[in-house]
């Protein structure tokens, strides 16, 4: 039974920090590697980092270069996010999963981390 548990979000103000975290449970979660995807209001979900097994090799799309971070902790079997310099575009509800994510409807999903990013 995997599980997915995101948390960390909330309101924020342009410029401020926010640090997301996903427990993950059910799988060999130091086996794989992990990802971040958000999805903001009425569009598709957006690839925002990757990261492998190891923790040692990190990807981000180039709307987060250089202001967020990805890091793992596999002994407490969690997955996070630092996310610095917030602006107004990163709204959206972000959720971990595998690298590469997979959405179909054998593939469990968490319920996400609301980040509201205001002025």
């Known amino acids: 039974q995997v599980q997915l548990e995101e948390s960390g979000g909330g309101p924020v103000q342009v410029g401020g920090s926010l640090k997301l975290s996903c427990v993950a449970s059910g799988f060999t979660f130091g086996n794989f590697d992990m990802s971040w995807v958000r999805q903001a209001p009425g569009k598709g979900p957006e690839w925002v980092s990757g990261?492998?097994?190891?923790?040692?090799?990190?990807k981000y799309a180039e709307s987060v270069k250089g202001r967020f971070t990805i890091s793992r902790d596999n002994a407490k079997r969690t997955l996070y996010l630092q996310m610095d310099s917030l602006k107004s575009d990163d709204t959206a509800v972000y959720y971990c999963?595998?690298?590469?994510?997979?959405?179909?409807?054998?593939?469990?999903w968490g319920q996400g981390s609301q980040v509201t990013v205001s002025s």
């Open positions: 990261i492998n097994s190891d923790g040692d090799r990190t």
């Open positions: 999963a595998t690298d590469p994510p997979v959405i179909a409807p054998n593939v469990p």
